[in-house]
């Protein structure tokens, strides 16, 4: 086969064609001592720095109009230390619910006890005595158990043991956080995923009436997200599957839900929060989001950002 003869290729002038990338979107250099205003500032006009950006805005716009913002968060936020961030953005009103998976519960408890959570999983699972923390599983068990009685979701039911309890480390706690600032806080659990599942006083009826309380409230917060923000951050699984239903009941009982910004916000790409939070929902309108990257470094920057243009 001979070589084709690329003598007859015709070609364009440069002037005549456009370009997807000019010079005004770039990135400025910083001076020394920049404020960090300026260093956000400085980003490009390009993909993700873009979208970094319109989701600043979302939040901001939504604070300032009285528009729901809804924080998803999977347990490993906690576990990279955000919570006082977190607290922060509660506080100042741009985050107005919470939702977290039963693992979330777990951490959130255990730093408000003694300051630490986490355990070496390998080592525990190897002794027969991973998940076996007498004082974890006995408060977060005992607070859904007397929930119920109280027709409480499981966030409402730890949310009220926390300040009841004031545990040395309470202000790192999202739920005792909830809990002061009237804010509401769901719940969803999957039964036999967390470790208070495990425990002598684990009540399935208990703990399975508390999840599907808190999944009425959910949809209850999803169906006033027309103009809003909906944040996934870190749960790759169980929280954009809830969100999917959420979203279908309170479509299906006519709550209009089509312009509004849902972000995914983790350190990989994954499937259903990619389907579930970011394209499926936003079909009809809206903007969907995903920033990459390890959370402890961009949610910082996220609510960084959000404080500077609210403050």
Excluded at 141 to 150: K, L, Q, V
Aim: net charge neutral; proline share 4%; glycine share 10%.
């Amino acid at each position: 086969m001979d070589p084709i003869d690329l003598t007859k290729v015709k070609t364009v002038s440069l002037k005549r064609q456009g370009r997807k990338v000019e010079t005004d979107t770039f990135a400025r250099p910083l001076a020394r001592g920049s404020s960090l205003r300026d260093f956000f500032q400085s980003l490009p006009h390009v993909l993700a720095a873009t979208e970094f950006r319109e989701v600043v805005q979302g939040f901001v716009e939504a604070r300032r109009t009285g528009k729901m913002a809804i924080l998803a968060m999977g347990a490993h936020a906690i576990k990279v230390g955000l919570s006082p961030i977190i607290i922060q953005l509660l506080q100042k009103g741009v985050f107005k619910a919470v939702a977290m998976n039963g693992a979330g519960i777990i951490h959130d408890l255990e730093i408000a006890m003694v300051g630490k959570t986490s355990e070496d999983v390998e080592s525990e699972l190897d002794r027969g005595t991973f998940g076996m923390a007498e004082e974890t599983s006995r408060i977060i068990n005992t607070a859904i158990n007397e929930g119920a009685r109280h027709k409480w979701g499981i966030g409402k039911s730890l949310g009220n043991r926390m300040i009841k309890e004031d545990f040395p480390f309470a202000e790192m706690s999202i739920l005792a956080a909830t809990e002061r600032l009237a804010i509401p806080v769901t719940v969803h659990v999957a039964i036999g995923t967390d470790i208070n599942h495990m425990h002598p006083t684990a009540n399935g009826a208990a703990i399975g009436e508390g999840t599907h309380r808190d999944f009425r409230v959910f949809v209850s917060l999803v169906s006033q997200l027309e103009g809003g923000v909906y944040l996934n951050l870190g749960s790759a699984v169980v929280l954009p599957e809830v969100f999917l239903k959420a979203l279908a009941v309170a479509r299906n009982l006519g709550h209009r839900i089509e312009n509004f910004t849902a972000v995914n916000m983790d350190f990989l790409r994954h499937y259903r929060p990619t389907l579930n939070v970011v394209e499926r929902p936003t079909r009809m309108g809206g903007k969907g989001v995903t920033l990459i990257g390890h959370h402890e470094i961009m949610f910082p920057l996220l609510v960084a950002a959000i404080l500077e243009e609210i403050e």
